[in-house]
């Protein structure tokens, strides 16, 4: 059976304001009871909550940390140039 890794449940207030420390850096959630799509209750704290919850199985099949490459139609791949 493989194993599966647990990670601390990140809790957001229903309403109201919140500061979380990330990585020693504070980040403020404000309004957290304002309405997101009002025709179906969904508030902004609930949206954050959702992200929170589906954050650490989603996360590591992410590409955002991956490096960016580029093949196109060449056998060797290389680094894609950045963005201006």
């Known amino acids: 059976m493989a194993k599966t890794r647990t990670t601390p449940r990140i809790t957001i207030p229903d309403s109201g304001d919140a500061k979380f420390v990330v990585d020693k850096r504070e980040v403020r959630l404000t309004n957290l009871n304002k309405p997101f799509w009002p025709e179906r209750g969904i ?9 929170a919850d589906v954050a650490p199985v989603l996360l590591p099949l992410s590409p955002c940390g991956s490096s960016r490459w580029a093949s196109r139609g060449s056998s060797a791949a290389r680094p894609r140039q950045q963005r201006p």
């Open 43 to 51: 508030t902004k704290g609930m949206l954050i909550q959702y992200y």
